[in-house]
Nanobody
Framework: QVQLVESGGGLVQAGGSLRLSCAAS????????MGWFRQAPGKEREFVAA????????SYADSVKGRFTISRDNAKNTVILQMNSLKPEDTAVYFC????????????????WGQGTQVTVSS
């Protein structure tokens, strides 16, 4: 099993920045990729960004390209989501997720999930 714990959410004004962290523990050697998803009230969970554990290859949703950056620190088993130029539409609960095989944008393909952290962007 892999345990994921997110931190770093909060309230920020539009145009501001937040940094989310996700610490992985347990069978971290089984992780192939990690990603961030978000879910706003009344909406489906959507892909935000992902990074492969070994090569560090990244992918992003079109809505966050150029504003968000995902990175990983293998030594600390941590994934970071740096969010800049935040918009009110970025308001959501952000979830960290990990998968053992492959990399992609489909939430059902991720095996492990954190509890989520709230991000609120005021206009």
């Amino acid at each position: 099993q892999v345990q994921l714990v997110e931190s770093g959410g909060g309230l920020v004004q539009a145009g501001g920045s937040l940094r989310l962290s996700c610490a992985a523990s347990g069978r971290t050697f089984s992780i192939y990729a990690m990603g961030w998803f978000r879910q706003a009230p009344g909406k489906e969970r959507e892909f935000v960004a992902a990074v492969t554990w070994n090569r560090g290859s990244t992918s992003y949703a079109d809505s966050v390209k150029g504003r968000f950056t995902i990175s990983r620190d293998n030594a600390k088993n941590t994934v970071i989501l740096q969010m800049n130029s935040l918009k009110p539409e970025d308001t959501a609960v952000y979830f960290c997720a990990a998968r053992a095989v492959g990399a992609g944008k489909i939430s059902e393909d991720y095996n492990y999930w954190g509890q989520g952290t709230q991000v609120t962007v005021s206009s």
